[in-house]
């Protein structure tokens, strides 16, 4: 079982940046053999994936509507995966995921085992 707890979000005005934390309770070994991904939603929509990071660090992708304004790090001796968000516009306003699998690491949330709660971001023009 993985457990998953987001932070960092909140309203910020359009161009500024942010970042998010997904801290995993789990041990240490497990956590760097994880996948970590982040996902967004607005409502009425689907989930979207914005990045994601595999064991090591190495980034599997980042979404088209983020890349090169989106950074995906991670911290394996904290438990913790970072996403760094720039230039920010309204429409990346949404509630923000991490999600996590030791399987599969893409773009595609049913791919994912276990999902956090969620952190809601607001872009302000």
């Known amino acids: 079982q993985v457990h998953l707890v987001e932070s960092g979000g909140g309203s910020v005005q359009a161009g500024g940046s942010l970042r998010l934390s997904c801290v995993a309770s789990?041990?240490?070994?497990?956590?760097?053999?994880?996948?970590i991904g982040w996902f967004r939603q607005q409502p009425g929509q689907e989930r979207e994936g914005v990045a994601a990071?595999?064991?090591?660090?190495?980034?599997?992708y980042y979404g088209d509507a983020v890349k090169g304004r989106a950074t995906i790090s991670r911290d394996d001796d904290k438990n913790t995966v970072y996403l760094e968000m720039n230039s920010l516009k309204s429409e990346d306003s949404a509630m923000y995921y991490c999600?996590?699998?030791?399987?599969?690491?893409?773009?595609?949330?049913?791919?994912?085992?276990?999902w956090g709660q969620g952190v809601q971001v607001t872009v302000s023009s």
């Open positions: 999600a996590a699998d030791s399987w599969a690491c893409g773009s595609w949330p049913n791919d994912y085992n276990y």
């Open positions: 789990v041990t240490k070994y497990t956590f760097s053999r994880e996948c």
């Open positions: 990071t595999w064991s090591g660090g190495s980034v599997v």
